[in-house]
Structures are given as C-alpha cells and as structure tokens.
C-alpha cells in the first residue's frame, strides 16, 4: 500500500456513516428506494496546463467522455449526475454537449461549474448555458429520494443579482419541502462547501465563509444526508456531522493522480450504501 492509498483509507475510516456496499451489479436482490447514481464530474474538454494543447486535450478528454457514456450505458443507473465545468472554456459548451446529451440511455442531470457560468456569473454564460441544458437548478423525485441539483455559482460574483434571489428562495423552499423525505435526500452542486475542513478559510475550493456553516446546518435540517460534488479534482469523501460529502475522479485532470473515470453512488438508506469506482 502506498501512502496515498493509506491517506485514503485512513480518511474512509475516519467516516461515521461509510458503510457496507449494496448488491452487486445486475442482482436479482433489489429494495425499495434503492437508487443508483453514476456521478461524472468535471468533464472540461480541453482542460491542459499548456494552452498551445487545448485542441489535442479536447479531443482526447472528449474521447473519454464519450467512452464513459458508454460505462454507464451498460451499468444502466437510475439517474446520471454530472456536477460541472462541461468544458474548460464556456464558449465551447454547445459544441458537443447536445450531441452527447443525447448518447445517454438514462436521464441526466447537470449542475453548473464556475467553468460554465464564469467566475463572474454572466447573462451570455447563463444563456448559452441555459440552451444547451434546459435549466441550472432542479429537483426531481428518484425511487423515493428526492434529489437538488443547484447552481453554486450563486453563492459567487454576479451580474445577475435578481436571479441570484431568485435562486436562494428556491433552495430554501426545496429544503423545507425535503423534510418530508425522512433523510431520504441527495443534494449537488460543483463546488463543495469545504475541501478539507468545515472551518478552513476561504479559498477557490470551498464555499465562501460566512454563511457556509449556517447553510451546512440547514442542509442537515432539511434531512439531507448526501452532498454529491466535483470542482477540486481529487476523489473525496468527507463528512459535515451526519451528512456525507461526495467527490469523484475526474475524466479530464486528476490532481490527485487518480485514474480516470467515474464513481457509482448506490444507495438503500444513509447506512447502506457504495460509492465504487468505475475506470474509463
Ligand atoms: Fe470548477
């Protein structure tokens, strides 16, 4: 074992709820409000350090992707989530993204990144976003759970102030109608609100500050028991409390030398759950 996989383990054994993996792929053993997620994050086609390769790097990250649709396709999950930064550049959203949307087999669903929207939330990123997939925040019922997709863009710069309110007013109502979830509630969005430790200060990586211990409490309040995320490119498992915040390899850039690929969020209840690595 090498010091990473020891970090790792280290870091899944400090985790209250982790716990024993549900059924095996394609078990005939099947329960009531079990739900399958494939979780894809961070796809940024042609994301490279050196920008004289954007082009080769698209292409290759592209590829990929296109390969993971396929992964998934077979695995055949309830739902796929794909928590953000579709491409590096947010002029390029609509150059593949219809096409590939429509390769899934399963439903899905995106959360905006900082990629998408701009470090300052702009109407033409918004819209051009907004094209391409339908809406930047969501809920939708899933075998009994109930599952918020938001834009965590809004908790940033913005020249859409009133849509920002606008923003806040929904999530507030949907956490409230959650509770009627018992628990059974799996929240997303690209940036996680902390990547290392709830109380670290303020960084590229993590929600802003203040208010981020306010909205973690309500998220507990709401029932929400999963937060599911991308934006630092590193796998992740951390917990606030009870709640249980989620982060995936990537298939563009793994900061964290992890392989490529995606992870398969299965789960029964807040006890009984996975969230296995599949390899593109
Ligand atoms: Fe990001």
Known sequence: MDRR???LGSALAALPAFAKSGAPYGSPESHAGRIRIAHLTDPQFGFDWTPQDNEAKYA??????????????????????????????AEDLARDWPRLLGMFKVPVVVAPGNHDMGQMVSKE???????????????????????????TQFWYKTELVDEQLKYEEWLKAELEKAKLYGGRVILAGHIPPFAH???????????????REARLLAYRNAGVKFYICGHTHRMSMHGYKDLVILNAETTSLNFDRRPFGFRLFDAVDECDWSYKFVNV
């Not at 990929?64 to 930064?85: C, H, Q, Y």
């Not at 990123?125 to 834009?151: A, E, M, P």
């Open 197 to 211: 430790a709830f109380d670290e200060g303020n960084s590229y990586e993590n929600y802003p500050k203040e208010g």
């Open 60 to 89: 290759a990250d592209l590829a990929r992707f296109e390969s993971a649709v396929a992964r998934v396709n077979d695995i055949k999950p309830d739902l796929v989530l794909i928590t953000g930064d579709m491409t590096h550049k």
């Open 125 to 151: 990123n918004r819209d051009r976003y907004l094209s391409v997939f339908g809406s930047d925040y969501q809920s939708l019922d899933v075998k009994g759970w109930r599952v918020i997709v938001g834009n």
């Open 5 to 7: 996989e020891f970090l």
